[in-house]
């Protein structure tokens, strides 16, 4: 998981995999068909381990403004924890993907809707609850959010710090739709 988080899907070799796992070509092939079947398997436990915190952090949010602030400001942490390569594998790997890798580029882009379908529902129900103004929209909402949450993921990859991504979260944030005082 960490040599394709940090290489990307293509530009891992299978000598690259064989020194990482121990094992030689014929046991990666025998245990997971190709190099595709790996990365699948590779990116399905990536998200497994990931989707029950996003789930339950969107649940648990007392409004949809502290879920997605709470998304964000987990990915600030998360993206550039000490140890681990910086940003998100399925970001990162989606923008190193040729197109003659379509069946990585539709899991990829099937992950990232997911993400943003999660976020989009819990905005409605800010909306059905009455916390955002009329008229708010959370389709293109939920898109601004993940595409804030995808551009983080690749500053982090660039370099960014936690507090560098903390104020991009905050700056994010001020955009959130607010309802009228005047109601």
Same mark, same amino acid.
């Given at each position: ?6 290489? %990307?899907?293509e530009?891992?070799s299978m =000598?690259?995999? %064989? &020194?990482?796992?121990?094992?030689? #070509?014929? =046991? !990666?092939?025998?245990a997971? +068909? ?6 699948? &398997? ?8 990931r989707?029950? +915190? @996003? ?17 964000l400001?987990r ?7 000490? %140890?681990?390569?910086? %940003?998100?594998?399925?970001?990162? #790997? ?9 069946? !990585?580029?539709?899991?990829l ?6 993400r943003?379908?999660?976020v989009?529902?819990? !905005?409605q129900? +800010? !909306? ?10 959370? +389709? ?6 993940s ?6 993921a @690749?500053?982090a990859?660039?370099?960014? =710090? &936690?507090?560098?991504?903390?104020a ?16």
């Amino acid at each position: 998981m960490m040599l394709f988080w940090r290489q %990307g899907y293509e530009p891992t070799s299978m =000598s690259d995999l %064989g &020194r990482a796992m121990g094992l030689n #070509a014929p =046991s !990666i092939y025998a245990a997971f +068909g190709n190099k595709e079947g790996l990365f699948l &398997r590779v990116l399905d436990r990536y998200v497994k381990a990931r989707t029950p +915190g @996003l789930e339950h952090l969107l649940e648990a949010a007392s409004s949809a403004e502290e879920a997605v602030r709470g998304l964000l400001m987990r990915a600030a942490k998360g993206f550039t924890l000490p %140890g681990r390569p910086p %940003g998100c594998l399925v970001v990162l #790997a989606a923008a190193r993907v040729s197109p003659e890798a379509r069946v !990585i580029q539709r899991k990829l882009r099937h992950r990232r809707r997911r993400r943003e379908e999660l976020v989009q529902a819990r !905005i409605q129900q +800010g !909306i059905d609850a009455g916390e955002l103004p009329v008229g708010t929209r959370a +389709g293109p909402l939920a898109k601004f959010y993940s595409t804030v949450f995808q551009g983080m993921a @690749l500053q982090a990859a660039d370099g960014a =710090s &936690r507090a560098e991504l903390e104020a991009v979260v905050e700056e994010a944030m001020a955009a959130w739709p607010k309802k009228s005082a005047l109601l």
